[in-house]
C-alpha cells in the first residue's frame, strides 16, 4: 500500500495505528487537536503532580498489546496492587463487595430487604431486558440495584436508569448468565488468570508515559504527530476522502490525504464532511449523545489520606462521583514525599452548570465534599487545578443503537476511512480493545485485510462470551450431558426399590435365622423392632411381616437419600450459577 495516511486523534486507538503504520514503512500523519497526546488516557501534569485522566489501569488478554506495552516502558511499568471501596450512607465498604461486609454496613434491616427483594426478583423478573435498570434487578433486586448501582450510575451517565440501555453493560459482561457459565465450565478448559480485581500494571509516572514514548518511536520511523491541530474539514468526492483540512494556531492547512483513520468522536467526524453527508446520516450523528467529565485535582499537606487507590462515590448528597489517590497508584505521580494528590471526579455535560463553574469554586467545591466524607482528617489543601474531558463516554441512550446503524452504514461505503477506537466506534471499550481497533485498521491498509472493525471481538475470555457462537440448544445438551455423566441423577424409586428388597429379605433372613437357632429367649434385641414395626415378632409369621417392613422402610430410606442427593446437587449448581454472577458484579463497576 502506497500514498498518505492520515490518523486523526493521537489517543491510544490512533497511536496504536500509526505506530504499525510506521513499522511497515509508510509515514501517517496525526493530527491531534489538543496539547498533549494520550486523549482519554492522557496525564496532565501541575506543579511537577502527575494526574491521570480518569485512572487507567493497563491489563489485557491480548498478547500483542501486552507486548507492546513492554517495548515500549520495560522497567518504567510497574505491577501495582489493587485496592478500592465504596462510599454510600457514611460508611466504607470494600469492593469488589464482600457479602457479610455488605450486610453488616447495611445493617439488619437492609439486609433484609436486600434478600427479600432478591428472591421476589428471582420469581418475577422483568421479562425483558432493554433498560439497565431491568437488566440489574433481574439479577441482583430491586433494592441491591438501588443501593449499589442507581445513584453512582446515574451521576456517571446523567441520565435515569430507566433509560440506560442495558447493553452498555451487557457489552463488557456479556457473560453473566447461566448460558455462558456452562459454557465456560464445559466448553473451555479451566484457567486461572490474574484479574483487575488483585493487581495491575501502570507506568511509572502515569498513562501519558506510554504514549509520549509511543510518539517517540512514529517520529523516529518517519511519521509525524502534531498537536493542537483541529480537523475542521473532511473534502470527499464522492465516496472517497481526498484531502483534510486542519487549523493549527487558527492557521488552516490542506493535507492530502489517501487513506483516513478517526478516532474522533464519530459525531464530529460527521458533522465535518463537505460536502455534507446526507441529511439522515447528519440528524443521526446528533442524535448521539456523550457523556463529559472534569476531574479537580487537589494537593494536601500529608504524607497518607486513606489506602484506597480510588473511591466510588454512591452517595446521593455529594456530586463527586469518584476519588483517585495518585499517590497509591504509582508513588512517582507525587514529587513530594510529604504530600498527596487526590482527583475528584465529576460527571457532566460540556456547557452545564458544573462545566461552566470556575475553577476555583470547584477546587473549593472539592475541598467542602472531601471533608464531608472524611478522607482528608484534618489536613489542609494547599492548591488544586482542574482539568476538563470533553466527550469521554459514549451513551447508550434510547436513540443509539438506531443512530449508529445509519451512521455505519455511510462509513463503510467510503472508500478510504475507517473509524477507530472508543469515540470512533461510539462503543465504552477498554483502552486495550481501542489499541487493537487501531493496530486492525492499519493491517486493513498494510496486508490487505478486511478486519471489520466495528464487530471486533477482541477478547473472548473477559469482553465476549466466547470466541464462536454456540446453538442455545447444543449448550443445554452438553450441559445436561456432561452434569450426566460426573453428576448422574439418582432414581429414587429405583434406588428405594433395591434399598426395600435388600433391606425386607435381610430383615426376613434374619428372622427366620432367629427362630431356627430358638433357644429360652429368642430374638429379643431384633424383637425391638416390633415397637416400630406393629405385629412384627421373631416368628415364622414374622418373618413375613419382616419382608414388608423391611421392604418399606427401604424404600422410604432409599428414595430419601436420592432426593435429598439431588436437590443438594440442585442446591450446589444454583450456588455455583450465584457465585459466578456475583464474581461478575464485583467486575461491573471496573467500567462504569
Not at 500494571?201 to 493542537?228: C, F, H, N, Q, T
Request: charged share 25%; hydrophobic share 45%; aromatic share 10%.
Amino acid at each position: 500500500m502506497k500514498g498518505r495516511v492520515v490518523v486523526i486523534g493521537a489517543g491510544p486507538a490512533g497511536l496504536t495505528a500509526a505506530r504499525e503504520l510506521a513499522r511497515h514503512g509508510l509515514s501517517p500523519v496525526v493530527l491531534e487537536q489538543g496539547r498533549i497526546v494520550g486523549g482519554l488516557a492522557r496525564t496532565e501534569t501541575y506543579r511537577g503532580f502527575h494526574f491521570d485522566m480518569g485512572g487507567h489501569r493497563f491489563f489485557t488478554k491480548v498478547d500483542e498489546i501486552q507486548k507492546l506495552w513492554r517495548e515500549m516502558l520495560g522497567e518504567e511499568f510497574l505491577r501495582r496492587p489493587r485496592l478500592s471501596r465504596i462510599y454510600y450512607r457514611g460508611r466504607f465498604f470494600k469492593y469488589p463487595l464482600k457479602p457479610l461486609d455488605a450486610l453488616a454496613g447495611l445493617g439488619p434491616g437492609e439486609a433484609a430487604h436486600v434478600i427479600a427483594s432478591y428472591l421476589w426478583w428471582q420469581v418475577f423478573p422483568h421479562e425483558r431486558e432493554e433498560t439497565f435498570e431491568e437488566w440489574v434487578t433481574n439479577r441482583f433486586g430491586q433494592r441491591l440495584f438501588e443501593i449499589f448501582f442507581k445513584s453512582y450510575t446515574e451521576k456517571v451517565w446523567g441520565i435515569p436508569c430507566s433509560t440506560l440501555r442495558a447493553e452498555w453493560a451487557a457489552q463488557r459482561i456479556k457473560d453473566l448468565s447461566l448460558r455462558s457459565a456452562i459454557v465456560s465450565m464445559f466448553l473451555k478448559p479451566q484457567t486461572t488468570v490474574k484479574t483487575l480485581i488483585e493487581e495491575f500494571d501502570y507506568p511509572r509516572l502515569g498513562p501519558g508515559m506510554m504514549w509520549r514514548a509511543v510518539v517517540e518511536e512514529i517520529r523516529k520511523l518517519d511519521g509525524s504527530v502534531r498537536v493542537g491541530s483541529e480537523v475542521i474539514e473532511l473534502r470527499r468526492r464522492g465516496r472517497r476522502v481526498e484531502s483534510v483540512v486542519v487549523s493549527t494556531d487558527g492557521t488552516p492547512e490542506v493535507v492530502v490525504a489517501d487513506h483516513v483513520l478517526s478516532s474522533m468522536p464519530v459525531r464530529a467526524l460527521i458533522e465535518r464532511f463537505s460536502p455534507p453527508a446526507p441529511a439522515p446520516v447528519l440528524e443521526a450523528a446528533r442524535r448521539l449523545a456523550y457523556r463529559d467529565f472534569l476531574t479537580v485535582c487537589l494537593i494536601v499537606d500529608a504524607p497518607a489520606l486513606f489506602p484506597d487507590n480510588w473511591i466510588y462515590v454512591h452517595a446521593p448528597e455529594v456530586k463527586v462521583g469518584r476519588i483517585q489517590n495518585f499517590k497509591n497508584w504509582s508513588p512517582d505521580m507525587v514529587p513530594d514525599p510529604g504530600k498527596t494528590s487526590l482527583g475528584l471526579e465529576y460527571f457532566c455535560h460540556e456547557g452545564d452548570a458544573l462545566w461552566r463553574m470556575a475553577d476555583g469554586e470547584l477546587i473549593r467545591l472539592a475541598t467542602e465534599e472531601l471533608e464531608r466524607i472524611g478522607l482528608t482528617r484534618g489536613a489542609r489543601v494547599l492548591d488544586g487545578c482542574v482539568f476538563r474531558v470533553p466527550k469521554a463516554y459514549p451513551v447508550y441512550d434510547e436513540d443509539y443503537r438506531k443512530s449508529l446503524a445509519t451512521i455505519r452504514a455511510f462509513v463503510d461505503d467510503l472508500e478510504n476511512v475507517q473509524t477507530i477506537g472508543r469515540n470512533g466506534l461510539h462503543r465504552y471499550d477498554n483502552q486495550d480493545h481501542a489499541m487493537v481497533t487501531g493496530l486492525l485498521a492499519a493491517r486493513n491498509l498494510t496486508h490487505g485485510e478486511r478486519h471489520d472493525l466495528w464487530e471486533v471481538n477482541t477478547d473472548p475470555e473477559y469482553h465476549e462470551v466466547v470466541g464462536v457462537e454456540v446453538p442455545e440448544a447444543e449448550v443445554l445438551a452438553t450441559m445436561e450431558g456432561r452434569i450426566g455423566a460426573i453428576f448422574p441423577r439418582i432414581d429414587g424409586v429405583a434406588l428405594g426399590g433395591a434399598a426395600g428388597a435388600v433391606s425386607g429379605v435381610l430383615l426376613s433372613l434374619a428372622t427366620l435365622i432367629l427362630v431356627i437357632k430358638g433357644g429360652a429367649l429368642v430374638g429379643p434385641h431384633l424383637g425391638l423392632l416390633g415397637q416400630f414395626f406393629p405385629g412384627y415378632n421373631v416368628t415364622a409369621r414374622g418373618s413375613l411381616l419382616g419382608l414388608v417392613y423391611g421392604f418399606a422402610a427401604g424404600f422410604a430410606g432409599g428414595w430419601g437419600f436420592a432426593a435429598l442427593r439431588n436437590a443438594a446437587l440442585l442446591l450446589s449448581f444454583a450456588v455455583l450459577r450465584r457465585r459466578a454472577q456475583l464474581g461478575l458484579l464485583k467486575r461491573l463497576f471496573e467500567f462504569i
